[in-house]
Structure formats: structure tokens, C-alpha cells
């Protein structure tokens, strides 16, 4: 059965930073881009980052660039979320979302984490 | 950035009737190399990650009911629930995967008249 455990948030301070895991079961995940997704309370969802299968490659939203780096453990079968520079409206749940038949189109989703972040 | 805006942003449809949510991109997403469009369709159930329903624009991912059905092409797109069914209850949003960054409509709900 495919999973997608993702863990890390919590509350943040404004300036601060988090990191955010996600742990994948159930497929071979070193074949797979991966993505991170987010929904802020009572909102639509903004796409945040992707990551090649092998890692070489990531692309990031422009309210995050700069200030979020994705990276994965292949080893570990694991996917992380870097997220410096913490601003108020990074408050969302954040997902993280398999690539498949497309490296942007997210067959497979977690539960989600969600981040808060406020003084 | 393609801008992708879904009509309308609410729907009270009865139980046992057609929905019809539609999606518009602000440049086409048809790739001419492999006529293909770059447009899904996703389910999102309160309390409940998003789920994949349609990619390709018209191809059903496993699972999914038949009553379910993407259609379109280039710029203007339509995602219709022949049969409402009291599960169908949900924020429906398309997103493009053409290019980055990979965006979003900002979502239909969905509810039973």
C-alpha cells in the first residue's frame, strides 16, 4: 500500500525556521519526482517545489524561492522540506504529493502537516 | 505564469443530476508534440487531502467512477459528474502541469441541492 507520512510542523516564529519529512512506503521511491503542495486554513492549494527522482533537479515557487530548499534521501526513502525565513502567510497545510505519469501530476497525496506560523 | 480560473466557484446541484465545473487556462496547455494537455482534475473531500480524479484532460485515473468526465482542449476545459451522488460532496480544482509553476484553479465546491 502506498504512503505518505509527512511530520515536522508545527509552530513557527516569524523570521524562524522549520523542516518538514515526508516518509514513503509502498514504492520503489527513488523512481519518483515528488512534490511538496500546501493549502493555507480555508484556502485552494499552491504548488510549492518539486524534486527530480534522482534529486538533481528542484523548481520552486516564486513566494518560496529563496527562502524553502527540497531534498530527498533515496536511502531513506524520504523527502524534506527546508523552510527558512518563515513568513505569516507560509501558515498552510503542507502535503507532499508523488509525481506520476507526469513529474507535476500529483497521483498520490499525504495527510498533510500543518505549519503555523506566528509570534 | 498560466493562470488557471474555474467557473463557477460554487454549485448546488440535486442528487441524481449532471455537474458541470468549468476550467480555463489563460495560454494552452496542449503540448503539440504529443497532442496531450497538461490538465488534471482533482477531488478534495473535507477534512481530506486532494485526490487525483482526471489527467491528460479526459483520462479517468483508476478507480474512478464512470460518472465522472474530463473534456477539452488548449485553453477551455470541463469536468462533469454525469449522476450527482451524495460522496461527490467537495471542492473540485483543475491544475495545469504544462509548466511552471504548476497552478491551480482556485477551486468549485460542490454540494447537494
Known amino acids: 500500500e502506498v504512503q505518505l507520512v509527512e511530520s515536522g510542523g508545527g509552530l513557527g516564529q516569524p523570521g524562524g525556521s522549520l523542516r518538514l519529512s515526508c516518509a514513503a512506503s509502498?514504492?520503489?521511491?527513488?523512481?519518483?519526482?515528488m512534490n511538496w503542495v500546501r493549502q493555507a486554513p480555508g484556502k485552494g492549494l499552491e504548488w510549492v517545489s518539486y524534486i527530480s527522482s534522482s534529486g538533481a533537479t528542484m523548481y520552486y515557487a516564486d513566494s518560496v524561492k529563496g527562502r524553502f530548499t527540497i531534498s530527498r534521501d533515496n536511502a531513506k526513502n524520504s523527502l524534506y522540506l527546508q523552510m527558512n525565513s518563515l513568513r505569516a502567510e507560509d501558515t498552510a497545510i503542507y502535503y507532499c504529493?508523488?509525481?506520476?505519469?507526469?513529474?507535476?501530476?500529483?497521483?498520490?497525496w499525504g495527510q498533510g502537516t500543518l505549519v503555523t506560523v506566528s509570534s | 505564469d498560466i493562470v488557471m480560473t474555474q467557473s463557477p466557484d460554487s454549485l448546488a446541484v440535486s442528487l441524481g443530476e449532471r455537474a458541470t465545473i468549468n476550467c480555463k487556462s489563460s495560454q494552452s496547455v496542449l503540448y503539440s508534440s504529443n497532442n496531450k494537455n497538461y490538465l488534471a482534475w482533482y477531488q478534495q473531500r473535507p477534512g481530506q487531502p486532494p485526490k487525483l480524479l482526471i489527467y491528460w484532460a479526459s483520462t479517468r485515473e483508476s478507480g474512478v467512477p464512470d460518472r465522472f468526465s474530463g473534456s477539452g482542449s488548449g485553453t477551455d476545459f470541463t469536468l462533469t459528474i454525469s449522476s450527482l451522488q451524495p460522496e461527490d460532496v467537495a471542492v473540485y480544482y483543475c491544475?495545469?502541469?504544462?509548466?511552471?509553476?504548476?497552478?491551480f484553479g482556485q477551486g468549485t465546491k460542490l454540494e447537494i441541492k
Open positions: 509502498g514504492f520503489t521511491f527513488s523512481s519518483y519526482e
Open positions: 491544475q495545469q502541469y504544462y509548466d511552471t509553476p504548476y497552478i
Open positions: 504529493a508523488r509525481g506520476e505519469v507526469a513529474p507535476t501530476l500529483f497521483d498520490f
